[in-house]
């Protein structure tokens, strides 16, 4: 049986440890909070101070960078990429290769589609319709 951590070395000359998580193989750095029920799929990497709940998935290749927040049944889909300190509500659907920026906001049920990108500090809002609005 292989070991269940890698070590990696970031930018900054630092080495993190992550484990793999047991539900999808996906990497989990020491110090995020990834809830048992939720999927990290192999290929995917989680930083440190993430919170991931119960029921959300990241998909393969997915990026989630530090003190994100990522809510219940939201789905992370592949190649997205999820900034620092954002917040992605419950059964939220983040697009193939979408770029969430740091501190974006995305609400409940919100679907973002492949290949968009919020800015940092932006949100993403349901209005009463069920349509969605890129909020001010």
Do not use: C, F
Request: overall charge positive.
């Amino acid at each position: 049986m292989g070991k269940n951590y890698v070590d990696i070395e970031n930018d900054h000359g630092e080495t993190l440890r992550y484990r793999k998580h047991v539900n999808g193989r996906g990497l989990v750095a020491h110090g995020a909070k990834v809830h048992p029920d939720a999927r990290v799929e192999a290929g995917a990497y989680i930083e440190p101070g993430v919170q991931v709940a119960a029921g959300a998935v990241i998909a393969r290749g997915a990026w989630v960078e530090p003190e994100a927040l990522i809510g219940p049944h939201a789905y992370i889909d592949a190649g997205a990429h999820i900034g620092p300190k954002a917040a992605i509500g419950a059964k939220a659907h983040i697009g193939v290769r979408t770029r969430v920026g740091a501190g974006a906001r995305v609400a409940k049920g919100a679907r973002i589609g492949d290949d968009e990108t919020i800015p940092a500090g932006g949100s993403v809002a349901t209005d009463r319709r069920g349509g969605l609005h890129l909020a001010a």
